[in-house]
């Protein structure tokens, strides 16, 4: 479960060879969202408001990226790091 990005507590990772849609999971204190790359929607669990509109604002900055660390962690190896919000 590689580890991409870190900003203002929240941690966003990529599991390898993860079902479809293409997502990555967000976690920000005790809570976790997976997020699709495509919607930007959460899918499954809960981030509070404030920490969810930074993973969407992050998330519209490195949109072709999330889809490069999808392709990436479809199969074990490394994953690429992706820069965090300024």
């Known amino acids: 479960m590689p580890k991409v990005c870190e900003f203002y507590g929240i941690r966003i990772y990529f ?6 849609p293409p997502h990555f999971h967000a976690f920000y204190g ?3 969202a997976r997020v699709a790359i495509d919607s930007l929607e959460i899918i499954a669990g809960f981030l509070p408001i404030r920490a969810y509109a930074l993973v969407v604002e992050w998330a519209l900055i490195h949109r072709a990226d999330l889809r490069r660390a999808w ?3 479809s ?10 919000l300024p």
């Open 71 to 73: 392709d990436q962690a």
């Open 75 to 84: 199969k074990p190896g490394a994953v690429d790091p992706i820069d965090p």
């Open 15 to 20: 599991y390898f060879e993860d079902h479809p």
């Open 30 to 32: 005790e809570h976790e």
